[in-house]
């Protein structure tokens, strides 16, 4: 069974400031994904990184992909109450492409 | 509306009862997904299906099973309910082709007394 391990688990900051969060396997992934979830409700995607090395950038989010393609991170500029949420990352692997979830990082912005 | 949708989103039931979970979508996608979350275990994948005939167990398959009465549908049933089954359940769907992407219903919240 492949492990994406993701940090923080919680993670609690002020309006304005930065944040990163990490997803690291030992694993190779074909793909990662990053969904975000709000409560009630099914995680959405944010984003797919697929070659390794890549950067991705969504308004304030930044998505990396590690040179290895077995860790990802995103990074949140001057976060916004908005922010608030769960965020997962996704390893897609195998002939089916079969998504690993990490644990998830439950982000609270302070107004 | 919705394209995933699930029913019914909340049910409590008692230990030793049958369940069933329903999944629909209207996204016209081959591939469908059950998953159970849990606090602080991300999802983890249960049973999915590549098409009507085809049905593959995930990781945490034991004491569930599943039926894709059409590729629109896909039901998952507890036979048994016991209450480490409490959890959060989504379905989940993707095209055979192109990105990883998978659309997620809303989720059912199962509690198991």
């Known amino acids: 069974t492949q492990l994406l391990e993701q940090s923080p688990q919680f993670l609690s900051i002020q309006e304005g400031e930065n944040l990163t969060v990490y997803c690291n396997s030992s694993?190779?992934?074909?793909?990662l994904q990053w969904y975000r979830q709000e409560p009630g409700e099914g995680p959405v995607l944010l984003v797919t990184v697929v070659t390794g090395g890549e950067v991705k950038k969504l308004k304030r989010l930044t998505f990396q992909f590690g040179d290895a393609r077995k860790d990802s991170s995103l990074h949140i500029t001057a976060a916004q109450p908005g922010d608030t949420g769960l965020y997962l990352c996704a390893g897609a692997s195998g002939s089916a492409r079969q998504l690993t979830f990490g644990s998830g990082t439950q982000l609270t912005v302070l107004p | 509306d919705a394209d995933v949708t699930q029913t019914p989103r909340n049910r409590i039931t008692k230990t030793g009862k049958r369940i069933m979970l329903e999944c629909s979508q209207t996204k016209g996608h081959d591939r469908m997904y059950w998953y159970r979350q849990d606090p602080g275990l991300g999802l983890r994948l249960i049973y999915y299906s590549f098409d009507v005939k085809d049905i593959n167990k995930g990781e945490i398959s034991d004491g569930y099973s599943v039926s894709r009465q059409a590729q629109a549908k896909f039901s998952l049933s507890l036979e048994s309910a016991i209450p480490n089954q409490t959890a959060l359940y989504f379905c989940?769907?993707?095209?055979?082709?192109?990105?990883?992407?998978?659309?997620f219903g809303p989720g059912t919240r199962l509690t198991v007394l």
């Open positions: 694993s190779v992934f074909s793909s």
């Open positions: 989940a769907t993707r095209t055979s082709g192109g990105t990883d992407t998978q659309y």
